[in-house]
């Protein structure tokens, strides 16, 4: 494991979060970085998303309900999407930029991948911005945007192999060609929770068709496995 600032620390089944989302000091993130494997250059995501996940029962609307252990990566991830933890961008975007953008080449152009979720602040942007801060690299938000609301169902979640993924997908995203790219660009595409990586490889090929764009790598907050 690779350990900034701390001892080894056990797994996390919570971290405290706060509403605000300005920059906090001092926390340092203990990752495993792994590789994520795709049509990019290279990929790469901060750890697993989870250490352990054990059925405990049904809720009383009848679903499932599980007992789960995140790790460090995965827990600030968990906090910022479903409990309004959005400081923790920061903390995400340090240990992107500490553990994963070294092992890159120059990145001119940080691209989130457009999410399958309405929220009315969107996790991944969030993430990618504070990264872009940090970093000093522009962020092309609107680089690439979702069709017609007709053309992403179903959702991937009910979708049980990765053909049916990328069936799927094959058709979901656009370029926004009026989005600013520099010529010969570098780009990262950047997710919050890699799983199959279908959604990230249908973005990668679609960018591989792009004039500007020379080469695209990738990296994740979280994978799972």
């Not at 494997?37 to 697993?48: N, Q, S």
């Not at 920061?90 to 457009?114: E, G, Q, S, Y």
Request: net charge positive.
């Amino acid at each position: 494991n690779l350990v900034i600032g701390l001892a080894s620390r056990p797994r996390l089944t919570a971290l405290p979060f706060v509403l605000d989302d300005g920059p906090r000091k001092g926390l340092q993130m203990e990752v495993d970085v792994r590789e994520i494997p795709g049509p990019w250059e290279l990929g790469y995501a901060l750890d697993r998303h989870v250490v352990r996940s054990e059925y405990t029962g049904d809720n009383e609307e009848g679903r499932p309900t599980f007992d789960t252990t995140y790790t460090e990566a995965g827990n600030a991830l968990h906090q910022l999407k479903y409990k309004q933890g959005w400081k923790l961008k920061h903390d995400i975007a340090r240990a992107l930029n500490t553990h994963i953008m070294p092992k890159l080449p120059d990145i001119d152009l940080i691209v989130p991948i457009p999410a399958s979720t309405k929220r009315p602040r969107q996790p991944v942007d969030e993430i990618a911005r504070a990264l872009g801060e940090r970093a000093g690299i522009r962020v092309g938000s609107h680089l690439i945007e979702m069709k017609d609301s007709s053309s992403v169902a179903p959702k991937l979640k009910s979708l049980a192999t990765r053909e049916e993924k990328d069936a799927v997908l094959k058709n979901r995203f656009k370029i926004n060609v009026a989005a600013p790219v520099p010529r010969g660009a570098n780009i990262l595409l950047l997710d919050d929770l890699f799983d199959t990586g279908a959604t990230m490889s249908a973005v990668c090929t679609l960018l591989q068709s792009h004039p500007k764009v020379a080469k695209i790598y990738a990296a994740a907050v979280t994978k799972t496995g």
